[in-house]
């Protein structure tokens, strides 16, 4: 019943650990120290009530989706709010008063407040678990936990319910936090460094079991400590080992269950589709010849930033592809374009090849990455799926940031520019031009061969397609390779056209960027994601013309967009489309059965 | 009149399930609703305690209308529902799937706590600690019915409560329920089975279709076998 909670967590963090910060500075003494962390999180704790109460209830019937990608805006949001409140440098809080020491155990020296913290984890689990099993308030969030109707039909609010629930939740996220902070920095970024850390040992752990989870924290922060001394650079690697090999051995974690059937699908009801008719192939044909001819009347700016949206449509159709038709909503797909990106830069910075050569190359970079991670993201469905890929796309991103040997870091890698024939903004729009139609044909053609048919399959019914034969998790890693690759072309070309990679073409505001392109269009057709990405990214261009507070904006407009469109933009959509043709034809018979089995 | 529903028709999506229906239950008596699978019966129940959400119609209970306020509001006045398929909480013991279902007393009706439930049910009083899923079906349904108890209500829906239990089992219950009505309950069951009905029910209604068929005293059901043959399977 706490599932909707994943996203919002890290930001419920993070800003735990600025008010204790801020309240310990203020408040003196040691009952001023541990009072301001409890108060911190008793604030937080309220806050997060309150976005219960004004956000969180509105969209408890949208597809699960739809709710994490609303936390989601809210992180967001929240990590400007936060820069505006408390700046952008890094905050170092006050020691602990009483363990400022350190303790001598087995010749080693280890932090009192270490010790502490080892402590204090167990107690709180233990107080935890008496408050589940020894009030009448833990009773009734178990029994919701298994059938809220009934719940309710005992005559228990469980709108309060769920408030309470959520607000204990954020409690004990903003407690965390706040104790951070005789440990480590205060920063604007460590609200999805924990999330990547709570992912993983969620994952290990097994999906909603407690006993797990604490278990799986240990296992992580040993690697974690362990992994420090002796392989500096790859302790995150080592965590990820790990994970995989926990995985594999047990797909739902240590302590999971295996999760319903019913799962597998986005809850998004996903209408037939046919190939375009031939006047649609037309239209269409007609809509890259005026963007090929604009060239000649747009100036060098304005084309720049039209191979900028050209790029977004190429990396939107390949989330789309793996989304709607697979069924695989990634929270990470950055991850895929920005190791593209990596890709082309290290062909042309460290083997001196030339641009031809990168945009061959380059993608596979995304093939790869997508290989690997995808191996073990079809292992889950659903949210989880989403989760990981997420974390996964940190990883890649960590790496980027901290291997400053071969990326630069926070650097980036410069000087990653077009061949001289292509370097003229109107000669490199009509690349682009060239490839972006090339792929979102590609694709869509993919749609509608064999591999389609049997991913959609896949998608709607997993104990189905496996009786006919399909190999649900084999077919969606394929889809997952295909989208991964894709994503890293569009990356390459983002790299020439910047002449520059970041880790941030990494970062998770590119990956919401693309849920956004999706949702925003439309999901039922590939169209859908073209014309999603072109209104979005133009959009986003302008605003972040006119403000600095990007991600602010940003997560306030995915934050409405859920809202707004609480059965989500699908079922928007479809209502219009009903209502102005009622009688549209069921064409693409074959596609047509296998969606409608379900 | 306990309970008054008049006009009540409900839908699930698209599909119309329920037709004008209408029935009464006056205090302290027991009606027993009767139909054929699917005909409706859980469907009505379901609607009265407002966990269907497409319904439309009167519903007054105590006189208050009820048919546009959430469930928990609904229950806390005293209208308890005992579901058909048990949804006993299978992860909590018999104690604690108690303390779900408890309600302030309410003045003028009888207050249970879960020692007189073990009194009604003696084979739960074995077995406080255990959890609702280690439990046969027969005791699973006097802990759903017990939790229902807890509240307090004034008046109980109980949805086939004989549905799959042993005979002997299915005695022990209709003992039950007239005990709860020895203490001043108001009781609708729903029933396939006419046999258990007759045990304990004053008057009958016979739904059918989604619309009710029937109306009157067990004995003019008796006396009218070709109503029972047309709407009962038997
Ligand atoms: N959740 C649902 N969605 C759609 N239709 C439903 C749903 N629940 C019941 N129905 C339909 O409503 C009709 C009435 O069902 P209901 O469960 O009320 O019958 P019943 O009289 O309780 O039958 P039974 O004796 O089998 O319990 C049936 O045709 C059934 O198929
Ligand atoms: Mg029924």
Redesign the interface.
């Known amino acids: 019943m706490t599932r909707i909670v994943n996203f919002a967590h890290g930001a419920f963090y993070m800003v735990g650990a600025y008010l204790a910060f801020t309240l310990t500075e203020r408040l003196a003494g040691t009952w001023g120290f541990w009072g301001g962390i409890l108060i911190a999180a008793a604030v937080v704790a309220v806050l997060g009530a309150l976005l219960e109460i004004v956000l969180l209830r509105r969209i408890y019937r949208a597809p699960e989706l739809f709710q994490l990608l609303a936390t989601f805006g809210v992180t967001l949001m929240v990590q400007d709010i936060v820069v505006l409140i408390w700046g952008p440098e890094d905050l170092m809080g006050r020691r602990a008063p009483g363990f400022r020491g350190a303790v001598e155990i087995m010749g080693q020296l280890v932090p009192a407040y270490d010790l502490l913290l080892i402590v204090l984890g167990p107690t709180v689990l233990g107080l935890l678990w008496l408050l589940f099993h020894r009030t009448?308030w833990g009773?009734?969030v178990?029994?919701a936990t298994?059938?809220r109707?009934?719940?309710?039909?005992?005559?228990?609010?469980?709108k309060w319910l769920f408030t309470s629930v959520f607000a204990l939740g954020v409690f004990l996220a903003a407690l965390g936090g706040a104790l951070q902070i005789p440990r480590d920095a205060v920063s604007h970024s460590m609200d999805l460094r924990i999330i990547v850390d709570v992912f993983v040992v969620v994952v290990i752990g097994g999906l909603g079991s407690v006993t797990g989870a604490f278990l799986a924290a240990i296992i992580v922060s040993e690697l974690n400590a362990f992994g420090i001394l002796i392989f500096p650079k790859i302790s995150l690697v080592l965590v990820f080992l790990v994970m995989a090999v926990v995985l594999v051995i047990r797909p739902y974690g240590l302590f999971g269950k295996a999760e319903g059937a019913q799962r597998t699908s986005l809850g998004l009801s996903i209408r037939p589709w046919r190939p375009f008719t031939q006047a649609e192939r037309i239209a269409v044909g007609a809509g890259v010849l005026v963007a090929a001819s604009l060239p000649l009347f747009l100036g060098n700016y304005a084309l720049t930033v039209g191979s900028e949206i050209l790029v977004f449509v190429l990396f939107a159709a390949s989330l789309h592809f793996m989304m709607t038709v697979g069924g695989l909503a990634s929270f990470g797909h950055a991850a895929y374009f920005g190791l593209g990106a990596y890709g082309a830069a290290f062909m042309v910075k460290l083997f001196g090849a030339p641009m031809e050569v990168a945009l061959l190359m380059g993608p596979l970079m995304g093939l790869v990455g997508a290989v690997l991670f995808g191996w073990f993201c079809v292992r889950l469905s659903g949210v989880y799926f989403a989760m990981l890929t997420l974390a996964f796309a940190q990883i890649a991103w960590s790496i980027a940031f901290q291997w400053v040997e071969v990326t630069g870091g926070d650097n980036g890698m410069l000087g990653i520019w077009p061949a001289s024939w292509a370097s003229k903004p109107a000669a490199f729009f009509w690349l682009v031009l060239g490839v972006v139609t090339v792929g979102v044909c590609i694709l869509r053609v993919l749609v509608f061969s064999p591999f389609g048919f049997a991913l959609r399959a896949a998608r709607d019914s997993t104990l189905r397609s496996e009786a006919i034969g399909i190999d649900r998790r084999n077919v969606q890693w394929a889809a997952f390779i295909v989208a991964g690759t894709f994503a890293g072309i569009a990356g390459v070309l983002f790299a020439f056209l910047k002449g520059s990679v970041f880790p941030d073409n990494l970062g998770i505001p590119i990956s919401v960027d693309g849920l956004v392109m999706v949702l925003l269009g439309g999901i039922e057709t590939v169209s859908g994601a073209v014309v999603g990405a072109v209104v979005y990214k133009a959009l986003a261009i302008w605003l972040m013309s006119q403000t600095e507070m990007s991600k602010l904006i940003l997560g306030a407009v995915v934050v409405l967009l859920v809202v707004a469109f609480p059965k989500g933009i699908v079922g928007f959509l479809e209502d219009l489309r009903h209502r102005r043709r009622p009688a549209s034809p069921p064409a693409g018979f074959k596609a047509a059965k296998v969606e409608a089995a379900e | 009149m306990k309970l008054e529903v008049s006009g009540l028709n409900s839908h699930y999506g698209p599909a119309h399930i329920l037709f004008d229906v209408a029935f009464e239950v006056g205090a302290g008596e027991v009606v027993a609703l009767l139909g054929r699978n699917g005909a409706g019966k859980s469907t009505t129940f379901r609607s009265v305690?407002g966990?269907v959400s497409q319904r439309e119609g009167q519903i007054r209970f105590d006189g208050t209308d009820i048919s546009r306020m959430?469930?928990?509001?609904i229950?806390?006045r005293g209208l308890g529902?005992v579901?058909e398929d048990r949804?006993i909480?299978?992860?909590?013991t018999v104690e604690?799937?108690f303390?779900?279902?408890?309600?302030p007393p309410r003045p003028g009706v009888a207050t249970w706590t879960p020692e007189r439930i073990y009194q009604l049910f003696p084979n739960l009083g074995e077995m406080r600690k255990r959890p609702g899923g280690q439990m046969s079906g027969g005791e699973q349904q006097m802990l759903t019915i017990g939790?229902?108890l807890m509240?307090n209500p004034s008046l109980v829906l109980l949805d086939e409560p004989s549905e799959g239990l042993a005979p002997k089992i299915v005695e022990q219950m209709a003992d039950a329920i007239l005990a709860m009505r020895k203490e001043g309950l108001s009781i609708v069951i729903s029933e396939q089975n006419l046999h258990f009905a007759k045990l304990i029910s004053d008057r009958a209604y016979i739904i059918e279709k989604g619309r009710m068929r029937f109306s009157g005293t067990m004995a003019e059901l008796e006396a009218n076998p070709e109503i029972r043959d047309a709407y009962l399977a038997v």
């Open positions: 009448r009773v009734l178990r029994a298994q059938d109707d009934m719940v309710a039909a005992l005559g228990v609010n469980q | 305690v966990l959430p469930t928990y509001d229950v806390r529902y579901p949804r909480f299978t992860e909590l604690e799937n303390s779900v279902g408890l309600q939790r229902t509240g």
